[in-house]
Nanobody, 124 residues
Framework: QVQLVESGGGLVQPGSSLRLSCAAS????????IGWFRQAPGKEREGVSC????????YYEDSVKGRFTISRDSAKNTAYLQMSSLKPEDTAVYYC?????????????????WGQGTQVTVSS
């Protein structure tokens, strides 16, 4: 069993930065990647970024490339999503998830454990 808790969301102006955190606890036997997803009202949940826990490989959804950076601190069992140059279209509930793989296309089906989500609102 894995427990994930996100934090760091909030209301910011366009062009601002935020760092989301995902604190993980529980058995790590069954998961090999951490992913960040987001879901805006009326839209499907989409993959934003992921990181492989075996080799550190990272992938990003096209709209966030160059603006978002995923990282992890193994000692703290925490993953991060540094978000810069935020846009109103980045507004969503952001979820972290633990799963079996990090791939170019970040698929929800690969992730079994989910946090409760944290709201990010980008508005002037």
């Amino acid at each position: 069993q894995v427990q994930l808790v996100e934090s760091g969301g909030g209301l910011v102006q366009p062009g601002s930065s935020l760092r989301l955190s995902c604190a993980a606890s529980g058995s790590a036997r069954d998961w090999h990647a951490i992913g960040w997803f987001r879901q805006a009202p009326g839209k499907e949940r989409e993959g934003v970024s992921c990181i492989s826990l075996s080799d550190g490989a990272t992938y990003y959804e096209d709209s966030v490339k160059g603006r978002f950076t995923i990282s992890r601190d193994s000692a703290k069992n925490t993953a991060y999503l540094q978000m810069s140059s935020l846009k109103p279209e980045d507004t969503a509930v952001y979820y972290c998830a633990a799963g079996v793989g990090c791939t170019v296309v970040i698929k929800t089906i690969l992730y079994d454990y989910w946090g409760q989500g944290t709201q990010v609102t980008v508005s002037s």
